[in-house]
């Protein structure tokens, strides 16, 4: 049902990758449910497997597409590629208000929940898929928190 498209040069700062359904550009993050038909929760890659640029939804833009972050004017890349896949929640937010005392009073990023999907190949930025949470981390980055291990669900096909 989900699919990709991408404008721009991949690697540089006016890449874009955009979420649809059905042929139809999409919001992954405002038009995707939180949950599947089947119970499970809808994951949006934004950084596959095995891969060292470090993309991120962007949430003020329409559309919410995928960009590459930018660090110094340049696009930001890890020093290592990365072991998991990457993404966010559907139709979540965390709360920087809401502070955790036992984080330090580390609040939200103000962004969607964070995923590290740790089941899959490499997933395809952009795209959405079906998984199954097996625990909940807080994951702290410039003092704000937030973060859920998930694995696909056992029918995932690649």
Not at 91 to 97: A, L, Q, V
Not at 127 to 150: H, R
Request: net charge negative; hydrophobic share 35%.
């Amino acid at each position: 049902m989900y699919s990709t498209s991408a404008s721009g040069e991949e690697g540089t700062l006016g890449y874009r990758v955009f979420t649809q359904a059905d042929g139809q550009a999409v919001s992954a993050w405002h038009d995707v449910p939180l949950y599947t038909a089947d119970g499970y929760l809808n994951f949006m890659c934004e950084i596959p497997a095995n891969t060292t640029a470090k993309f991120e939804l962007q949430t003020e833009e329409s559309g919410n597409p995928i960009a590459q972050d930018v660090k110094n004017g340049l696009p930001r890349n890890y020093a290592v590629p990365i072991m998991w896949n990457y993404g966010m929640l559907p139709r979540t937010w965390e709360d920087p208000d809401y502070q955790i005392a036992a984080l330090g009073g580390a609040g939200g990023d103000n962004d969607p929940t964070d995923v590290v999907e740790i089941g899959a190949p490499a997933c395809t930025s952009g795209q959405v898929y079906e998984v199954k949470p097996i625990c909940a981390f807080a994951m702290l980055d410039d003092g704000t928190s937030g973060g859920l291990s998930m694995r696909c669900r056992p029918s995932y096909e690649p």
